[in-house]
């Protein structure tokens, strides 16, 4: 089954500050992953996913950006952190699951990241 | 318009009432529907997964989807004070990786 960690679980960093988020999924290969950003009123915004090591779709544009130097390793990096930046990111894998009328992928959601810009 | 609309709430029911919670959305090509449950400073974990129209039971807690109105709806009977959470619901066309959520409904139940 799969796992995934990610760290730090909470960061409180001043504005123009730099910022890099570590997500590691265990239990599968070559997966598909994903950072989501939760704010406040926002719902769940999905910033950045990767299908392959090297390869990073942006969805939102922004002063974030994503890496996927590994496999199964996926990291957030900003080089000026900004107020707005602020808010839970979220690492997730799709998860392939089986039920009574097809089969369909669950969105795995890692536990997440607490991040507060002052 | 957004993919999927959900009510922010925060909807704050009494312990043992029905809570219903609903989505629309406007693809109608949507063909899998989920609903996650999150709980303060957690990540979202699945609850509930539909296939298409109709409904789906699962203890307490009933999913229903009507794609002629493109709605969805999540029922939870006898609500305990441990369902306080953030309910999102979530919807994808394909069985690949492309998922749309909603914004979330927090909910309080209160002992």
């Given at each position: 089954s799969q796992?995934?960690?990610?760290w730090?679980?909470?960061l ?6 730099p910022l890099?988020l570590?997500c590691?999924?265990?239990g599968?290969?070559?997966?598909n992953?994903?950072?989501?950003r939760q ?5 769940l915004?999905l910033?950045f996913y990767?299908v ?6 942006s969805?939102v544009p922004?002063n974030?950006s994503?890496s996927?130097?590994q496999d199964?390793?996926f990291i957030?990096s900003?080089?000026?952190l900004?107020l707005?930046?602020s808010?839970?990111?979220l690492?997730?894998?799709?998860v392939p699951?089986s039920?009574r009328a097809s089969?369909?992928n669950e969105?795995?959601f890692?536990?997440g990241?607490?991040?507060t810009v002052? | ?20 919670l609903?989505c629309?959305?406007?693809?109608s090509?949507f063909?899998y ?10 990540g979202?974990?699945?609850l509930?997964?539909?296939?298409s ?5 699962d ?31 979530a919807m994808s ?6 998922f749309y959520?909603g914004?979330?409904?927090s909910l309080?139940v209160?002992?």
């Amino acid at each position: 089954s799969q796992t995934i960690h990610q760290w730090p679980a909470t960061l409180v960093q001043p504005v123009g500050s730099p910022l890099s988020l570590e997500c590691t999924v265990e239990g599968t290969s070559n997966p598909n992953l994903y950072w989501y950003r939760q704010a406040a009123g926002r719902g769940l915004q999905l910033l950045f996913y990767s299908v392959g090591i090297g390869q990073i779709s942006s969805e939102v544009p922004q002063n974030l950006s994503a890496s996927r130097p590994q496999d199964r390793q996926f990291i957030l990096s900003s080089k000026k952190l900004l107020l707005s930046d602020s808010g839970f990111y979220l690492c997730a894998c799709p998860v392939p699951r089986s039920g009574r009328a097809s089969s369909y992928n669950e969105q795995f959601f890692g536990p997440g990241t607490r991040l507060t810009v002052l | 318009q957004k993919e999927v609309e959900q009510d922010p709430g925060p909807l704050s029911v009494p312990e043992g009432a029905i809570v219903s919670l609903n989505c629309t959305y406007s693809n109608s090509a949507f063909q899998y529907f989920m609903w996650y449950r999150q709980y303060s400073r957690k990540g979202p974990e699945l609850l509930m997964y539909t296939y298409s129209s109709g409904n789906k039971e699962d203890g307490r807690f009933t999913a229903q989807v009507d794609k002629s109105s493109k709605y969805i709806s999540l029922f939870i009977r006898d609500s305990q004070p441990s369902d306080s959470a953030t309910y999102l619901c979530a919807m994808s066309w394909n069985t690949g990786n492309q998922f749309y959520f909603g914004t979330g409904t927090s909910l309080t139940v209160i002992p």
